[in-house]
């Protein structure tokens, strides 16, 4: 059983009280879940046709059918091989993957902007949301992810996508010389992956306090292009799959106050934790308690971190 070094245990400690229960979990493998395409079929007819394999499916989240859990033990890659999957009637998710999309509401008919979009999961997500109305401008820079990125959206039919292979902040700039402005931007953005351990436990291995300083100037730099691209009373979702607040509260914190944006609450069907007011000396806004740290005990899931913000203008 792999252990966490020494100094991610005392971090780790500092932030949770529970930290024994956080371990717990944490060496346990998540559910399966996964999310029904509503652009393909409905959550009712997905359900009925798994449950026909003899498959144990609930619903963990009041309001969002579409979200499932598979109960029943599977086999090994049975998940990815059936025909609903290869058909894209249900795309493979982990449950707290969805929620970014959910903090963000993308509506039809709005232009959305999705800045590190590989694989696809939340960017197939917010086309069914919008109903394949409007347009998402999906972004990522490595080649290979983007094969994956594009084949996902095949598969799930969605078609109001338009896909660009670009550095991120390179991306940002060449947009904000056109002046296209945006209703809403993803920004779920390349972290350390703390939150990720219960799928890969050999982030406890690879943890390193210097890759997540490097990590959060990086955050930074590509949050502060993206902002620049954001309509009056636009929103973005800022979210990781991590827990260091160096790269979630530190970063927030810094867009607050060299940018014109404001702290919006979010309502997730999971238990949030509020976000941190102070980390190492360092004192952040207080309306960043309005984020939502998603830890593995609370919902058994993997970790997030969500923050919502507004700009002013």
């Known amino acids: 059983m792999l252990q966490p070094k020494p100094l991610f245990e005392q971090r780790m400690q500092k932030l949770l009280g529970d930290y024994e229960k956080w371990l ?5 493998e998540p559910p399966n879940s996964i999310r029904c395409n509503t652009l393909k079929i409905s959550p009712e007819e997905l359900k009925a046709r798994l449950e026909k394999k003899g498959w144990k499916i609930s619903q963990p989240f009041p309001g969002y059918p579409e979200a499932m859990v598979i109960e029943s033990e599977l086999n090994p ?3 990815g091989k059936t025909p609903e999957h290869l058909l894209g009637y249900y795309y493979v998710q982990e449950l707290s993957s969805m929620l970014p999309a959910l903090a963000l509401e993308p509506k039809p008919g709005e232009l959305v902007l999705d800045l590190c979009a590989a694989p696809g999961s939340k960017t197939t997500q917010m086309a069914a949301m919008m109903n394949n109305s409007g347009t998402i401008i999906a972004n990522d820079k490595n080649i290979g992810r983007m094969i994956v990125l594009v084949s996902n959206f095949e598969r799930c039919g969605c078609t109001n996508i338009i896909v660009t292979r670009n550095d991120a902040v390179q991306l940002c700039q ?5 002046n ?3 209703d ?5 953005l390349p972290c350390s992956g703390e939150g990720t ?9 690879m943890w390193n306090i210097k890759m997540i300083h490097k990590l959060g100037r990086l955050q930074r730099k590509i ?8 309509k009056p009373d636009g929103t973005i979702v800022y979210s990781t799959c991590t827990h260091a607040p160096e790269e979630n509260e530190e970063v927030i914190d810094f867009l607050i106050n060299r940018f014109n944006l404001k702290m919006e609450e979010i309502k997730l069907p999971v238990k949030c934790r509020p976000g941190l007011q102070e980390w190492d000396g360092e004192k952040f806004e207080n309306s960043i308690s309005s984020a939502c740290r998603i830890y593995p005990q609370d919902n ?5 971190f969500v923050a919502k913000l507004r700009r002013k203008d």
């Open 180 to 182: 296209i402005k945006f």
């Open 184 to 188: 809403k931007i993803l920004l779920d």
């Open 24 to 28: 717990e979990f944490s060496r346990k």
């Open 300 to 304: 058994d899931t993997e970790g997030f």
């Open 174 to 178: 060449k947009l904000a010389k056109t």
């Open 77 to 79: 890659g049975e998940l």
């Open 197 to 205: 351990i219960r799928s890969s436990p050999k982030t406890f291995l």
């Open 223 to 230: 949050a502060s292009s993206a902002v620049q691209l954001l």
